[in-house]
């Protein structure tokens, strides 16, 4: 082989291999958001829940909030968190699977009194612990830290269910 040839497959051969492996990573994050809107839809059907309501104020960073917890057995499965501040409201739903964070929906509505409205969604999969996709509206877009933060707030969620510290968990306070 002439030298050109051998760096030509060496680097058609590296190509090949990196889009190989990319394909692959694409199938199977793929397959977890599958997974993962599956389970979604499984928890939404099931109108069995025991379902706990709590409610919660904090100075700056919500008013008149609401927490709902959603339990099969005592395995929290939904977490439904609503909140306004100012102009603007919210609702987070937070879903789990087997005690783990699986997916996160947040709906925000708001704007000045004078303007008009604006409204924005999220969506963040999770699969052992780590963001496989994150979505403002119906773009992917790459994880950021508004992901982690989200993610981190529902972990923390499942134990202010006993604490009651809702504040805490959601504000930092």
Same mark, same amino acid.
């Given at each position: 082989?002439?030298?050109?040839?051998?760096?030509?497959?060496?680097?058609?051969?590296?190509?090949?291999? !990196?889009?190989?492996?990319?394909?692959?990573?694409?199938?199977?994050?793929?397959?977890?958001?599958?997974?993962?809107?599956?389970? /979604?839809?499984?928890?939404?059907?099931? %109108?069995?829940?025991?379902?706990?309501?709590?409610? /919660?104020?904090?100075?700056?960073?919500?008013?008149?909030?609401?927490?709902? @917890?959603?339990?099969?057995?005592?395995?929290?499965?939904?977490?439904?968190?609503?909140?306004?501040?100012?102009?603007?409201?919210?609702?987070?739903?937070?879903?789990?699977?087997?005690?783990?964070?699986? /997916?996160?929906?947040? !709906?925000?509505?708001?704007?000045?009194?004078?303007?008009?409205?604006?409204?924005?969604?999220?969506?963040? @999969?999770? %699969?052992?612990?780590?963001?496989?996709?994150?979505?403002?509206?119906?773009?992917?877009?790459?994880?950021?830290?508004?992901?982690?933060?989200?993610?981190?707030?529902?972990? %923390?969620?499942?134990?202010?269910?006993?604490?009651?510290?809702?504040?805490?968990?959601?504000?930092?306070?």
């Amino acid at each position: 082989m002439y030298p050109t040839t051998k760096r030509i497959a060496f680097f058609a051969l590296l190509f090949t291999m !990196s889009c190989t492996g990319i394909y692959a990573q694409q199938k199977t994050t793929e397959a977890g958001v599958e997974e993962i809107r599956a389970a /979604f839809k499984e928890i939404n059907s099931n %109108k069995t829940y025991k379902k706990e309501t709590y409610t /919660f104020d904090a100075p700056g960073c919500v008013e008149d909030g609401r927490m709902e @917890y959603y339990l099969d057995k005592q395995q929290i499965v939904k977490i439904k968190e609503t909140g306004v501040i100012g102009d603007g409201g919210w609702d987070t739903e937070y879903y789990y699977r087997n005690g783990n964070l699986i /997916f996160i929906f947040e !709906s925000l509505i708001g704007g000045p009194a004078n303007g008009p409205i604006q409204k924005s969604e999220y969506r963040v @999969y999770v %699969k052992d612990g780590k963001v496989i996709r994150f979505m403002d509206g119906q773009k992917i877009i790459p994880a950021d830290n508004k992901a982690a933060e989200m993610t981190a707030t529902g972990v %923390k969620l499942l134990t202010a269910r006993t604490t009651k510290k809702f504040a805490e968990a959601l504000c930092g306070n």
